[in-house]
């Protein structure tokens, strides 16, 4: 009887093949940004810098939102939900928004010790290519993710993507920063493009605390 509940209960025709595509693009983003943070962190630490590490950061609390838009999409398309999404969804938001807020706090931190005590960076090859990668992928990822959630009417997946908006932001400050020492030994562009992260992430925190979303179109959200 649950089983047939549940068949009833699913999603049929072009909804899941759109529930489908957006739980795809989750899981890229979920495997995307959790390389990049890892990648991004170790190679922060390796080279001293505080705009690669803090970039690496946001990378990593970003998983949290695909992944709770992951399992959204799965459980709508399954008929599995149990009508407590909204709830989780909320309380997962307001988690991320936290270490978003703290992330900021600890980079304007990092950033204004490395520029008092003069510390240098080195150079970052790795760090160079990885957010020059990122400034492909993750537009790709966030006018897809749009389209999606246009099309689904779902605020909170129209709000993960904005997620991958602010990250194509943080990947072009991260890289100026990044090749003005490599290029001209301009050691203080680095602290300075961490500082200049600092009030994008802070505003992505501050709206995932509160649950900020932007309305969805007629016909209700995921």
Known sequence: MKKLASAVAQPAGERAVLLR???RLEAL???????EGVIAIAAGIAAGSA???G???DSLIEVTSAALLWWRLGAERRGSATGREEEIE???????????LILAAGI???AGRQMVMGTEPAPSGIGIFLT???LAVMPFLAREKLKVAAALKSAAMRADAHEQVACAWLSATTLAGLGLNAALGWWWADPA?????VPLIAKEGWEAWRGDRDEPGEGGEI
Do not use: H
């Open 21 to 23: 595509r957006g739980e």
């Open 90 to 100: 909320r309380r997962a938001s307001r988690w991320a928004g936290a270490l978003l």
């Open 132 to 134: 020059a990668l990122s």
């Open 193 to 197: 493009a961490a500082v200049i992260m």
């Open 51 to 53: 705009a690669l590490s």
């Open 29 to 35: 983003s979920v495997g995307y940004n959790a390389a």
């Open 108 to 110: 304007l931190f990092g």
């Open 55 to 57: 970039f690496g950061g």
